[in-house]
């Protein structure tokens, strides 16, 4: 019930890349949406299954990484957003 997929962005705080992870099956969760990358939000769309919806995205919190790909992919799924709030 848990897909990962990994972002391009390779470095050192990052390794081989952020982890945005899909959760369920059916209608999913996203958490951590990662970097505003086109070709990332393709990649979490195309790690749905066929008649898959995205109903909730999750950020844990606002670092580049981990946050920016949340406002496509509502875009691209009209799901709801859930976060703390603004960076401190």
Known sequence: GIRRVIAPNQG???????GTYIVG???VAVIDPGPDFPQHIEA???GLAPGE????????HTHMDHSPGAAPLK???GARTYA???HG
């Open 75 to 77: 875009q691209a799924t």
């Open 12 to 18: 050192p705080f990052t390794y081989t890349g952020s």
């Open 53 to 60: 919806t995205v109903s909730h995205i999750l950020v844990t």
């Open 25 to 27: 099956e059916g209608e």
């Open 44 to 46: 979490i769309l195309a």
């Open 84 to 86: 703390y709030g603004p």
